[in-house]
């Protein structure tokens, strides 16, 4: 079958009202042999799971006995209990301290290679290191960065007089959650620094040049062209921070099991301690419950606030 | 001939974006035009200091892994000096173990790619078709999975996965990771496919296309670029992912790579020696980066959509 | 006895028993009959009487099965000895196949839990008793295991081949629910005779003294202490000997039988005290708090000399000669009790650990499997060969008639006093971990941490545990 260039010009058919329909009806069955596959597996594993899950939050369930009904009891414990509190505290802190980490530092450097400086499109390529290691890989290297005694800082710390490098980073209950947070912003910045480079190149060089006819200077610039015009990059990269970090769980199983104590005991820990662990199914479904809720009210806010995932939505960060 | 078909829409796509890319570059002159030495070197520090946080953990971690146990321990940590070996690396190769865990991750990695390139395809097609409500109301349902976290429903995957006896298995492992990262595929998908204009499905259907032609002879074409996106989103999904591996397999012989090198460092079999830990970790790293190296753009923008779960 | 395969990762394979580290939570119940390491409860039971003839019958045709065994990973040595002799079994019992799996360390209970009560369960488990175990119990997912094809669990054939107080943990109500699979696990601590020496010390007998050595060892830039607290319950083991010395074996029944307030005892107030006084005094390295026994580390320290001792299970034993071969078979090591505390109620001689580890069968599998698991379980563990394979690695075997086989062990100077330790302490607590459910020691872990890391009060630490009693 051969369709040349000149097709392309052609007029779109006008058909009779019955061949539209009969069209139509085709158009049905074939979107559902496209879809059926997909909607099939994600109904399967996602969308079952989650009303699973929401289920057996009013339920007892201890694996090895029948499901039976709890009515509000877990969801009782979980806003009376200090432990649970404690982990949906630790849990803000690490969202609201990656974000502290992770936005400021990805915007300024995304806005610096997105300069057309040959280094830095070297140093951007470089910056996607991390982006390539996985979540146990990189936790694995950073255990031997930090670990106490023969780890790479603390050797600094001993050979290059450099005291304060030899902290025990992750055995220290008042430094782990801080350690815990930059490792994160290894891992994420550069995916963010992503986001922030497309912005900046989308902004119209008009906008500056106009500030530079009023006498604007580099920081008048910024504020008042460059930081406005990055508004959706900003709502994009702080929504993803913010629901990366709520639900954050690898980095922290593997360094620090929610210890030392409690100070890194997230949500998503706790979870998977009470479930897997202490084998009661129905409180850790309704810690699951919890995480899933805010991680679908965050993401209505990112569709609301950004248009972002909408078929007519900007697409910045991803093309 | 079907290139003739792709190659059109190609250009014309490119022709779209290239004003684009041409504003971004003014703007981007037009910016820097105004700014002063100073902050230009300040913006050089600061990008230096980051790329020294991102390269310095995994030189370590390069270095470490060429040392033995002993120098380990005695070595100067940070620069080559005291002599370098590779038993570390022969040591992991010797192992059983690796060999197995590399298999399954690239098995699994395989086989997500196939399920989600050839559902998030045969979805996105459907649905920038808009040809029914039906694909509309899919569209949403299946946006709304991006929303989901996946550590909020690890405990009934758990049990479903056992009571459909998928449980501890690459291909149970297969569908629910593909499952997982189906709305964010279909989401690229959607948004790539729109950029198809109207008309060639037009010419398509003057000529007598029916949808399945349609699909194999102007979709599947034009929609290469995006189903490499997918691929690598997927691939680096399956590859990377940790949780989902933890809690739906066990037996050794289903063990993957992060999980197989997490339990090489806690477990008994490498304790003591941490460049093997370090040899494994930079193995693991290493297809990937032969990737990233070979097919930068669409890598990025599979780590794009990666990032986003 | 077949010899184990050395693993393929030869070289550079290390030897740990990871198994150990791991909680083995004990319901209230169950641990007041392992406490004392009851035996009583055997006794009672009536041998139930087996008909012959449907004996024979089943001999004539003994049923064939596949079945999954999962066991801890614990060591490549033992692992690889469990690899063998299930071969070995499949070999002898044409139409068996035995599959020995290692679901992991840190993920290992949870695995279990679950996949008890799955379609799937592994026939046998690897497991600690106690608590965790009478938790299955009560869910009916693990059964009473005896000999195979009859129905005498609690009276199996094979009882009489285990000392009677490793069976207390898996005994309940009259009936046994597991076979030792493991040596007898009391808790000690292992000194660097040289370390000691060098500095003109000899073992501690009162923590007066422990004190004074840390201060003498810091000034020579030795710890006198290595720690990996990560898991939790390494530091757990110094606030149970602690409160042993001070308070005597009460205190923690009284918190076992949950009585209100009972972690306010006073004994309780002063180990915590005890144990602040050794982190400020730097009794342990730094980083104790994030560093995983298992790597190996804190074995390393007491090796190298930069650190004089550790408080361990008796498995470190096997463990280092894993490491450092000739090493601890040159007698290196040094065993200590751990100290008096001046003033304290407590027996020095008293001991703190686990009894040994378990084979438990599941309950939700075919008459097949479950013969097929009660055949080898009894030929696995039941046997003189293994009480020897134990012996060369390192363990005091729960076998009877075990210690006759020390003289030939290269590791006898540590078997023996370990041995008598345990036959003449007056007291035996089981690990309190083991002893409380899984709910009071993930907090017992997580608060203890606090107190290691001096960011919890010991009333502190008291208060949070009095709500969990």
């Known amino acids: 079958m051969v369709a040349t260039p000149a097709v392309l010009h052609r007029s779109p058919v006008v058909g009779s009202r019955s061949a539209k329909t009969a069209a139509r009806r085709r158009g049905f069955f074939a979107d559902v042999v496209g879809l059926s596959p997909t909607l099939a597996l994600y109904g399967a594993f996602i969308v079952v799971p989650t009303a699973f899950a929401v289920f057996l939050s009013f339920t007892h369930w201890n694996v090895d006995g029948p499901i039976r009904w709890a009515g509000f009891a877990n969801w009782r414990e979980f806003f009376s209990d200090p432990v649970s509190y404690h982990s949906l505290l630790v849990t803000l802190e690490l969202a609201g301290l990656s974000w502290l980490a992770q936005t400021p530092v990805a915007m300024a450097l995304g806005i610096f290679i997105a300069g057309t400086q040959r280094y830095r499109a070297i140093y951007a390529t470089l910056y996607l290191l991390p982006l390539l290691m996985s979540t146990a890989g990189l936790s694995l290297m950073w255990e031997d960065v930090l670990f106490p005694q023969y780890g790479g800082l603390a050797w600094l710390g001993r050979h290059v007089h450099m005291a304060f490098l030899s902290q025990t980073w992750l055995g220290s209950p008042n430094l782990a959650l801080y350690t815990i947070v930059v490792i994160i912003a290894w891992q994420f910045v550069p995916f963010h620094t992503l986001i922030f480079q497309a912005g900046r190149r989308a902004i119209a060089s008009e906008l500056y040049d106009a500030a530079s006819v009023d006498g604007a200077n580099v920081r008048q610039s910024f504020w008042h062209v460059t930081l406005p015009q990055l508004r959706y990059s900003i709502v994009t990269s702080s929504t993803l921070v913010l629901v990366g970090s709520l639900t954050y769980f690898d980095i922290i199983y593997i360094l620090t099991q929610g210890g030392p104590g409690d100070s890194t005991r997230v949500l998503a820990m706790d979870m998977y301690n009470i479930g897997f662990n202490q084998t009661e199914f129905g409180y850790a479904s309704a810690i699951a419950t919890v995480l899933g809720a805010i991680g679908i009210v965050l993401a209505i806010l990112l569709v609301r606030l950004s248009g972002f995932g909408s078929m007519e939505g900007t697409q910045e960060g991803i093309w | ?309 | 006895m077949p010899t184990a395969p050395r693993g393929e990762e030869e070289g550079i394979v290390k030897v740990t028993r990871a198994s150990l580290r791991l909680p083995r939570p004990l319901g209230r119940t169950a641990a007041l009959v392992a406490a004392g390491l009851s035996i009583s409860t055997a006794a009672a039971v009536t041998v139930p009487v087996t008909s012959s003839s449907a004996q024979s019958s089943r001999s004539s045709s003994a049923p064939t099965a596949t079945i999954s065994v999962w066991m801890e990973a614990s060591g490549t040595p033992v692992d690889n000895y469990w690899v063998a002799q299930a071969k070995a079994f499949a070999k002898a019992n044409p139409g068996d196949t035995i599959n020995v799996e290692f679901p992991g360390a840190t993920v290992y209970n949870s695995k279990v839990a679950a996949a008890l009560a799955g379609n799937n369960p592994p026939a046998l488990t690897f497991g600690w008793g106690g608590g965790r175990e009478l938790q299955y119990i009560k869910a009916k997912v693990v059964a009473p295991i005896g000999d195979a094809g009859k129905s005498d669990a609690g009276n199996p054939s094979w009882k009489k081949d285990f000392v009677p107080s490793s069976l207390g943990a898996v005994t309940f109500n009259n009936k046994i629910y597991g076979i030792p699979v493991g040596g007898t696990q009391p808790v000690f601590f292992f000194y660097n005779k040289k370390t000691m020496a060098k500095y003109h010390l000899s073992f501690p007998t009162t923590t007066t003294q422990l004190l004074a050595d840390v201060k003498t060892l810091a000034k020579h830039d030795v710890t006198t202490i290595a720690l990996g607290n990560l898991g939790g319950w390494e530091g757990l083991m110094y606030l149970e000997y602690f409160t042993d010395r001070i308070g005597g074996p009460q205190v923690f029944l009284n918190i076992q039988a949950g009585k209100k307030g009972a972690w306010s005892n006073p004994a309780i107030i002063q180990a915590l005290t005890d144990i602040q006084t050794l982190v400020k005094d730097k009794a342990f390295e730094q980083g104790y708090n994030q560093i995983d026994w298992p790597t190996g580390f804190p074995d390393a320290l007491v090796h190298s000399g930069a650190a004089a001792m550790q408080l361990m299970g008796d498995w470190d034993i096997g463990n280092m000669q894993g490491y450092f071969p000739g090493w601890v078979a040159s007698g290196a090591l040094g065993i200590g009790f751990f100290p008096k505390v001046p003033g304290g109620k407590g027996n020095p001689a008293d001991l703190e650990g686990n009894t040994t580890d378990y084979l438990e069968l599941a309950a939700h599998i075919s008459p097949a499997e479950t013969y097929v698991a009660e055949k080898f379980a009894a030929w696995l563990c039941a046997s003189p060969a293994y009480a020897k394979f134990e012996v060369g690695e390192g363990l005091v075997p729960v076998i009877t008639g075990s210690s006759k086989l020390f003289a030939s062990s290269p590791l006898k100077q540590y078997l023996v006093p370990i041995y008598n330790a345990v036959k003449h302490a007056p007291y035996f607590q089981y690990s309190w971990d083991q002893a409380l459910g899984p709910k009071e020691s993930t907090p017992l872990y997580s608060n203890l941490q606090k107190v290691l890391g001096l960011t919890e009060t010991p009333q502190q630490f008291a208060k949070t545990m009095n709500t969990y009693l």
């Open chain 2, 1 to 309: 001939m079907v290139a003739t078909v792709a190659g059109a829409p190609g250009r014309t796509a490119a022709r779209q974006k290239a004003p684009a890319k041409a504003a971004a570059r003014a703007s981007t002159l037009g910016g820097i035009r105004g700014r002063s030495k100073v902050s230009r070197f300040a913006a050089f520090l600061l990008g230096t200091i980051w790329l020294v946080f991102v390269l310095a953990p995994v030189y370590y971690m390069v270095l470490i892994s060429f040392r033995s146990p002993a120098q380990y321990l005695t070595a100067n940590a940070w620069l080559p000096t005291g002599g370098l070996t590779l038993s570390s690396y022969s040591a992991v190769f010797d192992s059983s173990g690796i060999g197995t865990y590399f298999r399954n991750s690239a098995e699994l990695a395989v086989g997500t790619i196939l399920v989600v390139v050839v559902l998030s395809l045969a979805a996105g097609y459907r649905i920038v078709r808009r040809a029914s409500r039906f694909s509309a109301v899919s569209f949403r349902v299946i946006l709304f999975g991006i929303a989901i976290p996946i550590q909020a429903i690890v405990i009934p995957l758990y049990f479903m996965t056992n009571k459909m006896h998928i449980y501890d298995t690459m291909y149970g492992l297969v569908l629910v990771l593909a499952a997982s990262l189906i709305p964010v595929a279909v989401l690229l998908m959607v948004n790539y496919l729109r950029l198809i204009p109207r008309q060639l499905y037009d010419a398509m259907a003057v000529d007598g296309a029916g949808s399945w032609t349609t699909f194999t002879h102007l979709v599947i074409p034009m929609g290469r670029p995006v189903m490499a996106v997918i691929g690598i989103y997927s691939g680096l999904g399956a590859w990377n992912n940790f949780l989902l591996p933890l809690i739906l397999t066990q037996s050794n012989s289903n063990m993957v790579l992060p999980l197989g090198m997490y339990r090489f460092a806690s477990s008994n079999q490498y304790a003591l020696n941490v460049p093997v830990v370090m040899a494994t970790v930079v193995l693991s790293v290493l297809p990937l980066l032969v990737l990233y190296i070979g097919l930068r753009r669409q890598f990025v923008k599979g780590i794009g959509g990666f990032a986003l779960r």
